[in-house]
């Protein structure tokens, strides 16, 4: 065969392979980058605004002793419900027993002798009228019956000292409440005005108190004067395990000054607490409802990219992507109140923001709807 011929014949071969492994590289464009849009909506969102607080007993009382003495008797569990005047602790009472007594006694004996006296007093002045006895005597007689109505004052005053001694021997609980761990056993030796004893805390209902800026003044007020239903949630308790506790509260009072060195004021919320969940001293977060009465623009806040403290969104205008500078708000949740920047019907990216820039073409979609659980 013809040499020439051999050489056309292998070219040929060599681009017919060439095609079929895929020849040399085409410059094909990429394709518009997919994204997902959800549309700008005008919403009255609810959220809560937070404040650290901690949980204060309405009534707390430190058990002091009034009398000095070995304590004989402690009659109650450490930790558990006591009732208003219920017996806690018992002082040894044999010498305020035995001072009371002779107290009583001294009591008796003056007023004995304060009889006499105005016996005798009477009867020297019906004498001293008939002229049969002195002027001196009558004044001395007068001045023993001034003396007698002086040592029944003194006698009285004694037998209540020792009545409010032989009381105080005994300690009682001052209302209802929860009595915490003894710092005394039986046995051991009380001073009177020195030594503690023990505290009582009231607990149902119980207070938490928290601080505000002075600018929010005017707003707390505002909630003080709102009156509240039973099952109002404008007051709600995050606990510390980060459960809400169940039962909402109200404002007790707003204290009377706000602190000059901080500028803020205490508000006391009150709350019931009947599983006594709540214990003095514990520390919560107080949510505070707030209601926009106004509808505002809200959007998913995965839609917000923030670039050297500055807002912006992606917009589709025609299949393309504009950057917009926002104005962002309170977040809620996963969503996000736009304080300005958006306006409602707009489509705004929230997947796919990564791939995107200013001015780009894009494939769009809506929002994927969350997959029913498989059973």
Request: proline share 5%; net charge positive; glycine share 6%.
């Amino acid at each position: 065969m013809n040499k020439k011929i051999k050489q056309g014949i292998l070219l040929i071969v060599i681009s017919v392979v060439a095609v079929a492994c895929g020849g040399p590289a085409q410059n094909t464009p990429p394709p518009n980058p997919a994204v997902v849009t959800d549309t700008v909506e005008l919403k009255n969102p609810t959220y809560f605004d937070v404040y650290p607080g901690n949980v204060v007993a309405l009534n707390n009382v430190d058990l002091n002793c009034e009398v000095s003495g070995f304590i004989t008797g402690v009659f109650f569990q450490e930790g558990q419900q006591v009732r208003k005047g219920q017996k806690l602790y018992e002082i040894e009472q044999t010498k305020y027993q035995a001072a009371y007594s002779s107290a009583e006694a001294s009591l008796k004996i003056a007023q004995a002798n304060y009889e006499k006296t105005r016996k005798d007093a009477e009867r020297y002045k019906q004498l001293g009228d008939k002229g049969m006895t002195t002027q001196q005597r009558l004044e001395y007689s007068e001045a023993d019956l001034a003396t007698a109505e002086s040592q029944i004052a003194v006698a009285k005053a004694n037998l209540l000292r020792a009545q409010l001694d032989l009381q105080h021997a005994t300690i009682t609980a001052p209302f209802d409440g929860t009595i915490g761990i003894s710092l005394v056993k039986r046995g051991a030796f009380v001073t009177a005005g020195q030594t503690k004893l023990n505290t009582v805390s009231s607990n149902n209902p119980i207070a938490i108190d928290f601080v505000v800026n002075e600018k929010e003044i005017t707003r707390f007020v505002g909630l003080e004067n709102k009156k509240l239903s039973r099952t109002d949630s404008l007051f709600t308790l995050a606990l510390p395990d980060k459960s809400i506790y169940p039962y909402p509260g109200k404002i007790l009072f707003l204290d009377r000054a706000v602190d000059m060195q901080t500028g803020t004021l205490k508000i006391r919320l009150e709350f019931p607490n009947p599983t006594r969940a709540l214990k003095d001293g514990m520390s919560c977060n107080i949510r505070v409802e707030n209601k926009y009465s106004d509808k505002v623009v809200v959007i998913p806040n995965k839609a917000v990219v923030e670039q050297m403290g500055e807002f912006f969104v992606y917009v589709i205008e025609q299949d393309t992507a504009r950057q917009h500078k926002i104005k962002a708000g309170k977040v809620v949740g996963k969503n996000i109140i736009i304080l300005d920047g958006l306006t409602a019907g707009e489509q705004v990216v929230v997947e796919g923001i990564q791939k995107l820039r200013d001015g780009v073409a894009v494939q769009t979609g809506a929002p994927k709807a969350a997959e029913a659980p498989k059973k």
